[in-house]
């Protein structure tokens, strides 16, 4: 699936995705990334960094990333 097909699938099926705080600063993703218990949602590798997506319906909702999927999906959201 590309990165793109997965954002949309997400947007779809937001549930699939941890809740992220209704309210996040910098310091909630500098904490979230720094904790290694998150996986790539793309890859499965590491997660190195985080986003929050803003979902209608569901909320606020972590997106954790390796750097080369925080790039692609930077290009999309
Ligand atoms: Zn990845």
Known sequence: MDVQ???????????????????VD?????????????????CGQPAT????AAIPEAGNRWLDLCWEHFALVRQYA
């Not at 954002?7 to 699939?16: D, F, I, M, R, T």
């Not at 910098?26 to 793309?42: F, K, N, P, V, W």
């Not at 960094?49 to 929050?52: D, G, I, N």
């Open 49 to 52: 960094t985080a986003l929050v």
């Open 5 to 23: 097909g997965a954002l949309q699938l997400l947007k779809a099926e937001p549930s699939l995705l941890p809740a992220a705080p209704g309210i």
């Open 26 to 42: 910098g310091e909630d993703i500098e904490r979230r990334r720094q904790s290694e218990a998150h996986t790539c949602l793309y």
